[in-house]
């Protein structure tokens, strides 16, 4: 990711109110993790697994939080069972930003399978979602995804593609 979309990702969610982030380390999306752990109006907590990534998220919001989840694709498909049945069923809201590896554009054989399946996932548990391929499209995607986080009090995911996540 380039150190420019990572400032207005990162700026977008301040603006839209989001205090709280949690994520793991991910080379696509350092230098986005990296400003939110600097930055001292968001509190960031690193995680060994994205699945505990949504009970902490959920614990944020209980004390007063406004939580975002950082990951990609990979870690989206593995905490389904977590986002369906504590952040949905309890009506947790919380921001999900989701790198897409494997989509147009990808090098790496491994990664196309993912792509493939979060689309479906992300409709099959029923999770509004914004696809976002140009760095420009960020700051209105969040701030739009974020209102309805608000109004909705369940997960909103916004998919980073393209531009947005290849440097």
């Keep these: 990711m380039?150190?420019?979309?990572?400032l207005i990702l990162r700026d977008g969610l301040i603006e839209s109110g989001v205090d709280f982030a949690a994520s793991l380390p991910e080379k696509n999306l350092e230098p986005f993790?990296?400003?939110l752990r600097e930055d001292i109006r968001v509190l960031h907590v690193?995680?060994?697994r994205e699945e505990e990534g949504i009970g902490i998220?959920?614990?944020?919001?209980?004390?007063g939080r406004t939580p975002c989840m950082v990951m990609m694709n990979a870690g989206f498909l593995t905490c389904v069972n977590a986002l369906t049945l504590a952040a949905q069923y309890a009506q947790i809201p919380m921001l999900l930003i989701?790198?897409?590896?494997?989509?147009?554009g990808e090098?790496?054989?491994?990664h196309t399978?993912?792509?493939?399946a979060t689309a479906p996932v992300l409709d099959a548990v029923r999770i509004p979602t914004r696809v976002v391929t140009e760095p420009e499209m960020a700051k209105g995607a969040i701030a739009d995804s974020m209102s309805l986080v608000q109004s909705s009090r369940l997960p909103v995911a916004i998919v980073l593609?393209?531009?947005?996540?290849?440097d």
């Design 2 to 6: 380039r150190p420019d979309v990572a």
């Design 57 to 63: 998220c959920t614990g944020a919001y209980l004390g």
């Design 33 to 35: 993790v990296a400003l």
């Design 113 to 116: 399978p993912l792509a493939r």
């Design 46 to 48: 690193p995680l060994a």
């Design 98 to 104: 989701i790198g897409n590896n494997g989509g147009f």
């Design 107 to 110: 090098q790496y054989l491994m």
């Design 161 to 166: 593609d393209g531009a947005c996540l290849r």
